[in-house]
């Protein structure tokens, strides 16, 4: 069978998509013989160019393409989805997505295997999509994935993002599936983000603002960093487990020389084991975390060192009865402020998973896991003591996912915490952390063998004290005063640069039609007049998402467009205002 679009095919690749070129290249054992099997491409018995197994039978054998792709059209806007694609085969789904869709729907292809990339390349000239941004082929690597699946937030915000696994290609193998559920968790985690982000990153960044001068008051926590090796970490969540398996461990955890973490709004529940964590950490930014308060027993928590994220509510921070300090995350102003200044994690959007991620950031490498449970059976999701305890929550299938526990048996779960728990496990991964969860009917975490409480008090005996006292030396030192950063004052030149781009905009809304080029070039230049700044540009995320959308989902411009132009730029200049007297001000 010809192979007379393949060379082309890979000269365009090799210009845009190294990344690509080099796994073909590896996976071929270093040979810069790109060619196809050519052998194995043959014409089936229904006349259809085909992929022959190693078993002989084809991929098509029993149906053919179009009864398999007929569906793989968008029916809904399609202009503003993209299509991601798992096993391409010889192209045939592949090139139904490209042909039957606008210019502007983008198609991400990706293929387990790299025989079957090359049949698929040889058979049909992808150059002018590739040239025309419509087609991206990702490598099968989950780094690479995940940064193609970052660059689809336009079409997350503004349409849809399909995920078509290829049917015939599962034939091929495993591999299939499970780039499918790869591809499947990614999309759901980062529409998860986006979704956070659209709604709350307002109120995340306006906490900040407003947490500014209490956690630029003292010394950065970067000094923590690498000071914890040598330690052992005991991470407390509040899963129903915790009150059967924590007081069993109570005077173990009260006499080693682990060192005991808890989330916040864990501290009521811990109270009531009997266990004394030696620092607490702080993440979810809703005011409603004020509930803890009505649990708490502030007298004892007063002397329990409290970390908080800085995107917290500055009302829950300011109730804190013993010493604070800000913990800036990844998202909102620590963008600037963090430049090797400031100690700045991925919280990862679930307080277990920020405190395994601070302690690995300070140099643990040993840890317990206790009542982290990212589930629960019957409809007890909380132990007693923590702030949601007595909600009854039943399984409801629209709702909830099943997770599996270390038998096999059954979890309930939400979709977040799911999406938690893999977070956690990738984290367990990349930091080559020992980790071990003692383990009381929670969900399998990935990466932490189940203990029995007596395992984990063999494994906290005899620790070096010295470890521990180090730490909390360093953590000592970061309570002290420091000199707090003002930042020069932006929104005078701001409201001038953007009153003057209005009144051009209006000019050139007289006549929509006839200046549609100069509308969109000049909304450009506002886009990337809003992006400039890293320091404000966090606050400002909708209101770069709505310009977004003006640039990206129009394809004519009306009057009513000026409209919304007018009440952005309104936003914009009472959000930069607004940052301006909490980060301009001495």
Partial sequence: MSQQFLADNLAALSRVNPALLAWLTATREGSSDLAADEARIVKNRLGFLDWRLPSGACLFETLSPQAVYQRWIPEESPERAATFIVGVNLGYGLHRV???????????????????????????????????????FVAPDKECMERVIHQLDMHVFFGKVYLRGDTPSQQIGPAYARWTEEVHAALEAFTVELSTLRRKQDVMVGNELRNFRRASAHRSLLALQGRAKGLTAVIVGAGPSLAQIGPALAQCLGTCNALVVCGF??????????????????????????????????????????????KMDACVVERYPGPALGLWTVGGLSTYIGQDRELVIDAGGNVGVAMFRFLACCGVSDFLLLGQDFGWRGDSVHAPGHFKHGRQVSFNPNQHVLLKDPDGGEVYSSVQYAASKRELEASIAQSGARVRNVWGGGAAIEGAPRISPDEAVACLANLDA????????????????????????????????????????????????????????????????????????????????DLGGLLRTRHTYALADLGEVRRIFKRVLSKVREMDRFLAVK
């Fill in 265 to 310: 709004q864990t501290l009521p529940a811990l109270r009531k084991t009997g266990i004394t964590p030696h620092l607490s950490l702080g993440l979810d930014f809703n005011r409603t975390l004020e509930s803890v308060y009505e649990h708490l027993d502030s007298a004892w928590a007063a002397n329990i060192p409290f970390i908080y994220s800085t």
């Fill in 98 to 136: 490209l042909t039957g869709t606008p210019d502007s729907h983008k198609v991400l292809a990706l293929e387990p295997d790299p025989d079957m990339l090359l049949a698929c390349l040889s058979q049909t000239d992808y150059r002018p999509f590739i040239a025309a941004g419509k087609l991206h």
């Fill in 466 to 545: 010295q470890p521990r006292s180090a730490f909390q030396a360093v953590l000592a030192e970061c309570m002290q005063p420091s000199p707090r950063p003002v930042f020069e004052a932006r929104s005078p030149s701001w409201t001038a640069s953007l009153r003057n781009v209005e009144k051009r905009l209006a000019r050139l809304f007289d006549t929509p039609a006839a200046s549609r080029q100069d509308i969109h070039e000049t909304l450009l230049q506002v886009e990337a007049f809003l992006k400039q700044d890293p320091l404000y540009l966090p606050y400002l995320f909708n209101e770069v998402v």
